[in-house]
Nanobody, 123 residues
């Protein structure tokens, strides 16, 4: 089994900062891409930022220059440092991890989601 758990959400003022963390644990052979998504009320999740196991990053245009994604491969943990927060950053933030497992002599890769953490930016 694999678990993906986020932490670090909360309330921040406009212009403030928050840091999100996400850790994958369980039966893990390797963790490939880790990413943060966000969702406001509605069905669509927006990709905020992603990072490969080699450290290559990608960002949504709306957060470039303000958010920084990083990871600690030894801890299977990804971080999202959010600076210069805006009210429009208010959303539920979800971590996604592409994880490979070794089971019964075979390798399996799948995407796993965390339960989400709420970020509210308001004065």
């Amino acid at each position: 089994q694999v678990q993906v758990v986020e932490s670090g959400g909360g309330l921040a003022q406009p212009g403030g900062s928050l840091r999100l963390s996400c850790t994958a644990s369980g039966n893990i052979f390797s963790v490939y891409v880790m990413a943060w998504y966000r969702q406001v009320p509605g069905p669509q999740r927006e990709l905020v930022a992603s990072i490969t196991s080699g450290g290559s990053t990608d960002y949504a245009d709306s957060v470039k220059g303000r958010f920084t994604i990083s990871r600690d491969n030894a801890k299977n943990t990804v971080y999202l440092q959010m600076n210069s927060l805006k009210p429009e950053d208010t959303a539920d933030y979800f971590c996604n991890a592409e994880i490979a497992q070794y089971r019964n002599g075979n390798y399996y890769s799948d995407n796993y989601w965390g339960q989400g953490t709420q970020v509210t930016v308001s004065s």
